[in-house]
């Protein structure tokens, strides 16, 4: 077993606190009525998008979906911004025009967030073939879901990149669940990552809610990508503990699987080893405290922020914008 230093570690406990913490207040501001928008849970594949983006370093680029708010705090998205993107506002990203289906900040990193399911892995090879072409040393890290290893685009891209050696790292977070149906219903193979020995390449399953499994084969990839050597392709096992979307029902997921998954709990099972490293309880509370209060300030500024005006309307779609009375 891979040993990670202490420092790396709370980093990482860090940005999967700040990842929970920031699903825990989304869901709850729905649940109280105070915002109306689509958001997809990431309850249970915390540690996979936190580790991953503790792999990468800023400049590199993220892909990511829907449920990719992940990715996208993880990264590093200033958190105000990030709130101001999702409740609509010129405060986010993209002046509150994309919402949290097309969170984007390319200082960060965050270079597409798509809904079109599989959609992102083609798009991660362009991104990493131009890095390829300027040769700026930059990987590519695309995140997609067990659903979407059954896209045409997964097989297309899977070969190119192992073709053309990209600097890419193909992360699935297989949280067993395409929509509402669950894997064994729309996949037979055992596996997602056997499927990279089909074009040649590097692919490894590993336990995403286990750093200390998923934290060696983030570096291993990352590493191999920065080297030249070409793809690798990462099944990470993870639960998704809530519905599809917020407010969908859930009553297909069988009690036992409820119950492993409460078992599995990538949260309970990161705090253990934190403990285990000598990091202190108040140390870890304090980290959590932080970051609620970070966040409880964001939300505020988003919720008193200003929609984008009519105006706005015809800036951003064109690079040029068209010269047509609305
Ligand atoms: C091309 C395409 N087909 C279908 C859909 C509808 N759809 C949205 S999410 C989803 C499930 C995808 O499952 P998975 O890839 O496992 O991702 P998860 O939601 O579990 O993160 C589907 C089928 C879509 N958005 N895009
Ligand atoms: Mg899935």
Redesign the pocket.
Known sequence: MADIDRATLRDIYTRTMKVNRTDETFRALLMQGKVAVMY?SVRG?ELVSAAAMAALDRADYVVC???GQGEQTAKGIPIARWWGECLGKVTGTCKGKGGTMHITDPSVGIMVTT?????GLPIANGLAMASQNRGDGRVTLVS????????GGFHEALNMAQLYKLPVVFL????????H?A?AD?TDSPTIAGRAAGYGMAGVRVDGNDIHQLWPALQAAVARARAGEGPTLIEAMCY?MMG??FGADFSYMPKDHLAEMQREDPLPKLRQVMLDYQFTAEELDRIVAEIDAEIAAAVDQALAADPPGPEELRIDVYETPLAVAL
């Open positions: 997809y594949q979906t829907y449920r809904g079109v399911v599989g959609s997609f879901g067990d659903g979407a290893a059954n896209i699935c977070q297989n949280n067993r669940y395409g929509e149906t894997y729309h998704r599809h979307f």
